[in-house]
């Protein structure tokens, strides 16, 4: 089952533009990361905040967190056409031995040249 | 150094069938997954070791599906008696382990897409 929902499910901006998804959770996490996949790939890791972190940045890149209200946004900037491809947001929750990560339903981000 | 790498790239397969899918983790990672992505859906987890150890099998659908490390590097993703519902990309990741308090990024392959008929 998926532990995470982003929101929203497709999105389409024009290049230049900033684009915004969040994601919400149900459990208590580790670290929340986010993954990129371009069409017919495998995911792409682009940044990890830890649990005791609210914002992380990494280039074009901006993350937040709030686990109070167990939900988190990532804010790409200054899109690029490049930038089009699907956005998961993954938790992981270490309990014994289990260290999986639990991936949302994706983003579908859309830029267009 | 090279990435994760995973064979065949696609698969068909007759319903009935046995497949076989193998991946080829970053050296020296010591953690291994393996996830199935449907369709439109984010990847959901189906098992994990810690080099030969298979530590958490949960995400395995059902017992028609077995996963194994003998030598901590390579793995292979099997599946018994394939039904349509097996379709789907099978991705595999590895990570350079984990240490008390800290957690690592997985880095994925480009994943196997099975199709079954």
């Known amino acids: 089952s998926q532990q995470g929902e982003e929101d929203p499910q497709a999105l389409s901006i024009q290049e230049g533009e900033n684009a915004t998804m969040n994601c919400s959770y149900k459990t208590s996490i580790n670290n929340l990361q986010w993954y990129r996949q371009n069409s017919g790939r495998g995911l792409v890791h682009l940044i990890l905040i830890r649990s005791n972190e609210r914002e992380k940045h990494s280039g074009r890149l901006r993350v937040t967190l709030d686990t109070s209200k167990k939900s988190s946004s990532l804010l790409i900037t200054a899109s690029r056409a490049a930038d089009t491809a699907s956005y998961f947001c993954?938790?992981?929750?270490?309990?014994?031995?289990?260290?999986?990560?639990?991936f949302g339903s994706g983003t579908q981000l859309t830029v267009l040249p | 150094g090279a990435g994760v790498s995973q064979s065949p790239r696609y698969k068909v397969a007759k319903r009935g069938q046995d497949v076989a899918l193998r991946c080829d983790p970053i050296s020296g990672h010591v953690s291994l997954f393996w996830y199935q992505q449907a369709l439109g859906q984010g990847p959901e987890f189906l098992t994990y070791?810690?080099?030969?150890?298979?530590?958490?099998k949960s995400g395995l659908p059902s017992d028609r599906f077995f996963a194994e490390r003998p030598e901590g590097s390579v793995s292979t993703l099997k599946i018994q008696r394939t039904q349509q519902e097996d379709s789907a990309v099978y991705l595999c990741a590895s990570s350079p382990g984990w240490t008390s308090g800290t957690a690592y990024e997985q880095y994925f392959g480009p994943g196997t897409r099975l199709t079954v008929t």
């Open positions: 993954a938790t992981l929750i270490s309990s014994g031995s289990a260290r999986q990560l639990t």
């Open positions: 070791f810690q080099n030969e150890a298979q530590l958490d």
